[in-house]
């Protein structure tokens, strides 16, 4: 009888690294699925044994990933991975059940070996250069935004500002 081979889904939003990894990850062994957001990511019909996530999947967060991907399989091992990692984002992402969160650029090796729980005492890898104030403004209202299923108003009412304003706002963070 043959085993199994373990089962991996990468969710990333920049194809050309979300086809890096399943390559990679197809020539450790593994069977790899895609997805670019969550909507794809709900389209997946299997389950899975790990995961790997980025942070940021276009105008999706990573973290809701996170969630959907627990209420699946509540035993998949899941990694954050993030070009723009903060304390804050890295706390939220294992309380809500990543087993680790790395920072860009990352290779396979290290990703797997996050996964397989092989760097368990190695610290959160936080860039040594410091974000700029822009660069947190623009996480931080993402993130309420996403708090607040995308309506505007309820997120401007928590951030403290007009409505109007923070429309000037998410329209200076044009979608990549």
């Known amino acids: 009888m043959t085993e199994r081979p373990p089962s991996l889904v990468v969710v990333e939003d920049d194809a050309r690294f979300a086809d890096t990894l399943r390559a990679e990850f197809q020539h450790l062994g593994y069977r790899v699925e895609t997805a670019s957001c969550l909507s794809a990511l709900r389209e997946l019909r299997s389950g899975f044994d790990f995961a790997v996530v980025d942070l940021r999947l276009g105008r999706d967060s990573g ?17 954050m991975l993030t070009g723009y990692g903060s304390i804050a984002t890295a706390v939220q992402a294992t309380k809500l059940g990543a087993v680790n969160y790395l920072s860009k650029p990352v290779d396979a090796e290290a990703i797997e070996r996050a996964l397989r729980g092989e760097e368990q005492d190695e610290p959160i890898s936080v860039p040594e250069e410091f974000q700029s104030l822009a660069r947190h403004e623009r996480e931080y209202i993402e993130f ?11 997120a401007a009412r928590r951030l403290g500002i007009h409505r109007q304003s923070l429309q000037r706002k998410l329209r200076k963070y044009t979608p990549r």
């Open 144 to 154: 309420v935004l996403a708090e607040c299923e995308g309506n505007i108003s309820r």
């Open 63 to 79: 973290l809701d990933a996170v969630s959907l991907l627990l209420d699946r399989n509540p035993e998949a091992r899941i990694v």
